[in-house]
């Protein structure tokens, strides 16, 4: 009995936190669509989207095993014109111990985008909080009313880039 109940409690810890990715997949398959664009929800992970807020979540919480966890949000609002970078916006980012490092071009369902990345001037335990949680973070704008951010580990950068390849325009829902 005690064995039993050891496999059980271990199957809970390693295994728990794919449970609810698992049962959305069960139900919804590996594709989400809105706005007229469908993406591919990869394995072990789940989507949310309220047509009231106008986007879409992406997210993996990972587990124990894999320590990969990602969040990625589909945002489908009316976007400020991208400008070139104000040294006072430089500054900001310098004061946050970061720095916007200049990413691929990217395309998202035929709409041509850019990617930035975050990344941390100063790192460890002295490094600015924001530094700390922005490290990494990749933001995409594809045109005047959609964006693309991620916030996670470096092992669900993949998927992150994945998901945006896998965007296709729904027909008959634009």
């Given amino acids: ?91 900001r980012l310098a004061s946050f111990g970061l720095r916007k490092s200049a990413g691929a071009r990217l395309r998202l369902a035929g709409r041509e985008g850019i990617c930035f990345t975050y990344v941390a001037i100063t790192t460890g335990e002295d490094a600015p909080a924001p530094a700390q949680i922005m490290a990494g973070s990749i933001s995409c704008t594809f045109g005047n009313d959609l964006s693309v951010r991620f916030n996670g580990t470096p092992k669900a950068v993949p998927d992150f880039y994945a998901i945006i390849a896998s965007a296709e325009n729904v027909k008959g829902k634009q």
């Avoid at 728990?16 to 990869?42: Q, S």
């Fill in 1 to 91: 009995m005690a064995l039993a109940s050891t496999i059980v409690l271990a199957d809970m810890y390693l295994f728990a936190g794919y449970i609810p990715a698992l049962v959305w997949h069960a139900r919804h398959g590996n594709h989400v669509e809105m706005n007229g664009l469908r993406f591919r929800v990869p394995l072990l992970y789940e989507e949310d989207h309220s047509g009231r807020m106008n986007e879409l979540s992406i997210s993996t919480l990972g587990g124990p095993c894999k320590r990969k966890f990602g969040f990625v949000t589909i945002d489908f609002h009316r976007q400020a014109p991208a400008e070139p970078d104000s040294p006072e916006a430089v500054a």
